[in-house]
């Protein structure tokens, strides 16, 4: 009967394949990927809470910024012509019922047309005193509803 185990070198002897032992497999098992899945969707949704924040913030930065160049605007007019525009159209041509047209100095903003808010709305302005020159640009806001407690405006 022959030996379980040959000689390869002197001192050296392979196992059979009954002696064997069994070798770990290096695989994950299903609850290891399930918990990695898991953990991935828990940090996605905080990155998308967080993305989401930020991008609100932008918007309404965004807006401000917008509102002071509309502001700016409607103040060189008003040094230029003497009272107020009676629209933000007034700020790109000349409106036709000027008493002296060739004080306007516009257009006065770089665009040839009027910004719009971050929300795609037009922004809207009101002539709050004539007699003091006050007035006010708004946007409505993310909700787009005028006069809600989201509105972005600046009232001089």
Do not use: C
């Not at 933000?88 to 516009?106: E, S, T, Y």
């Amino acid at each position: 009967m022959k030996s379980q185990t040959t000689h390869l070198l002197p001192g050296v002897f392979k196992m059979s394949r009954r002696h064997r032992s069994r070798r770990p497999q290096n695989a994950f098992t299903l609850m290891e990927i399930l918990l990695v899945l898991a953990i991935l969707v828990v940090l996605a949704s905080m990155v998308g809470v967080s993305y989401s924040r930020i991008q609100k913030s932008m918007q309404v930065s965004s807006a401000r910024t917008q509102l002071n160049l509309l502001e700016q605007a409607v103040k060189a007019y008003q040094i230029n012509i003497g009272t107020l525009p009676p629209n933000l159209d007034a700020l790109l041509v000349a409106p036709g019922d000027l008493p002296n047209p060739a004080k306007w100095q516009g257009p006065y903003l770089d665009k040839q047309t009027l910004p719009v808010d971050p929300w795609d709305q037009a922004f809207q302005y009101e002539i709050v005193d004539p007699a003091n020159d006050r007035f006010k640009i708004f946007s409505a806001g993310p909700d787009r509803q005028p006069g809600s407690s989201d509105d972005i405006e600046t009232q001089l």
